[in-house]
């Protein structure tokens, strides 16, 4: 079919819409003898590979090789190049993809790869039979759309894919007559670090692939019209409007009609969903396990039978329009090392690019992210500093405790400033930045093997708030010692004493526990969420209800 960009007609090709998924399911219901894989499939090569590639890159289409103009470049232009190992395969993947990203449409459409980005797009909405060309309704909301242009980057930083999505403005839509219901869970970081720990526990490797366009797939139950795409406007029909028969990334039940198209597909072939997390989806097969992680449009899963993996990969191909990633090594801006020892998870390029975000590269490091002498509190007659600044810095640190749980509690104790920062709070974040630049790198280790045994620890302080005297608790679970779960909170009464404290701190961690003991049914680990004991960290101690007093630096529950 033909689009046009401006005034030009542009042929655009349109491949044929994947392959419908056979009536039979893939995963029978555990009762049975699950048949995991079609018939054809036995008649494939014996050459197949044994594991999943580690990445898949499409080809680059070489149609749109150029050089780019000094103003492209990113760096100095007299520069040589990154690396001396680079592949000749590698340098003309990177010179077929730009460096810039353009701030609207029409600075898109005097670049051929962003032109060439924008057909693919639309050519995402023909495979997908996303919406059909009809004349403009009358006394009907039409809803606006745009393009959004966004350059891909790896683990590294290195810029793989110039990406254009065009998106509904779904600001305009109008409540009971656009959409209804608009939730759709979403995995919580905690999940994500319970399935890494069982992976290195069961010495599972764990895989990861991308949905393309995944909110195209989700089917509307309402009957929405929009307009059409900016620059690719037919100039014979430019009265038309298209009606969506699918979701458009920006719709308001958008990411809910995707989630209820994937699960379905899940549970149709014998998937069940998680008691607690709803994103986590579990298959028995005999004796081996498939667990299955979703976050929007991100999938990684494991199983303890390595065939497994490699089956339902190609079931989710069949369906969807997948890219296959392989082993999973960046997720949810978590880098993820799968080593035969274990796995190792951290934030060490998210570091790096904050530490030179907010000016600290050229600062010396720090050995403790705050003094305990000193601390943070209100500091009415300090200079004013910027809000937005301030508030940034407090955003990203708190990102950054996904995987360092050494700062949890003093990025918890600055981001109580953020309405009106002083001078004296810009300078205590700042510090805790120092402190990371010491090791940037420093992340969670998940061995392989050993026990999963649950064990969770409490511990507060007593009127460490200077505003209003309250105690602030801390709480952590590990499993088999893998550290899974960590929060720092203050707490909403005041204590008299440090007794009081720890009593009121206690219940927290205590319920915390009785929920991982609701995620292990999952994955098929008894986990016990009540504690056989209780241990003291304060001269008064804390008594069981067996009349124990137990001697210990923090509050311990194990199993």
Same mark, same amino acid.
């Given at each position: ?155 590294? /930083? ?52 991308? &949905? ?11 009957? &929405? ?24 990334? /920006? ?229 088999? /010692? ?42 098929? &680990? ?34």
């Amino acid at each position: 079919m033909y689009f046009w960009v401006g005034n030009l007609r542009v042929l655009h090709k349109v491949s044929e819409p994947s392959e419908e998924i056979t009536s039979n399911p893939v995963f029978s219901t555990p009762t049975t003898n699950p048949i995991l894989i079609d018939k054809d499939e036995d008649e494939e090569s014996e050459d197949e590979p044994s594991e999943l590639p580690r990445q898949q890159l499409s080809e680059p289409d070489l149609t749109w090789l150029r050089d780019h103009p000094p103003n492209q470049v990113i760096g100095q232009v007299t520069s040589g190049v990154r690396t001396r190992s680079a592949s000749r395969r590698e340098a003309m993947f990177t010179c077929c993809i730009s460096q810039m990203e353009p701030m609207n449409v029409e600075e898109a459409l005097e670049d051929s790869d962003w032109i060439n980005a924008m057909q693919e797009e639309l050519t995402q909405f023909e495979r997908n039979e996303v919406w059909k060309l009809v004349p403009r309704p009358k006394h009907q909301n039409v809803i606006g759309t745009k393009w959004v242009f966004k350059n891909k980057v790896d683990e590294e /930083g290195n810029i793989v894919r110039n990406k254009a999505r065009l998106v509904a403005k779904g600001y305009c839509q109008e409540e009971g007559i656009d959409f209804d219901e608009t939730f759709a869970p979403v995995a919580r970081l905690e999940a994500i670090r319970i399935f890494l720990a069982y992976a290195a526990y069961n010495n599972i490797k764990v895989y990861q692939m991308d &949905v393309k366009s995944a909110f195209l797939n989700g089917e509307l139950e309402e009957e &929405v019209y929009v307009e059409q795409p900016p620059g690719f406007v037919i100039p014979t029909q430019s009265s038309c409007v298209y009606k969506l028969r699918k979701a458009l990334y /920006g719709l308001k039940q958008a990411p809910r009609a995707w989630y209820d198209t994937l699960s379905l597909f899940l549970v149709n072939h014998g998937f069940t969903k998680g008691k607690v997390d709803k994103t986590l989806f579990q298959i028995s097969v005999a004796n081996h396990i498939l667990l299955v992680q979703i976050y929007v449009d991100d999938i990684i899963f494991g199983s303890t039978n390595p065939e497994l993996c490699k089956k339902f990969s190609k079931v989710m191909q069949k369906k969807f329009e997948m890219s296959m990633m392989g082993e999973l090594s960046y997720f949810l801006g978590l880098q993820v090392k799968q080593v035969p020892e274990g796995i190792f998870i951290n934030q060490g390029k998210y570091t790096r690019d904050l530490i030179k975000k907010f000016g600290v590269d050229g600062k010396s490091s720090v050995k403790i992210p705050m003094n305990a002498s000193q601390g943070i509190g209100p500091d009415d007659e300090g200079k004013d500093v910027d809000a937005t600044t301030y508030r940034g810095i407090i955003g990203s640190l708190l990102y950054l405790t996904a995987s360092r749980p050494d700062i949890a509690f003093v990025v918890g104790i600055c981001a109580r400033y953020q309405s009106k920062p002083k001078e004296s709070h810009l300078v205590a974040a700042k510090k805790i930045i120092r402190y990371i630049k010491g090791n940037p790198n420093a992340g969670l280790w998940y061995p392989k093997g050993g026990n999963f045994e649950l064990i969770g620890y409490s511990d507060s302080d007593f009127a460490g708030c200077r505003l209003d005297r309250k105690s602030t608790s801390g709480h952590c679970q590990l499993l088999g /010692g893998r550290l899974v779960s960590w929060f720092s909170k203050k707490q909403n009464s005041i204590s008299t004493s440090t007794a009081e404290a720890e009593y009121i701190g206690y219940p927290i961690g205590y319920l915390q526990n009785d929920e991982f003991e609701l995620y292990s049914t999952d994955f098929r &680990v008894k986990i016990k969420g009540i504690p056989d004991r209780v241990c003291r960290c304060t001269p008064s101690g804390i008594t069981t209800d067996r009349g124990q007093i137990f001697p210990c630096t923090s509050l311990c529950f194990p199993n």
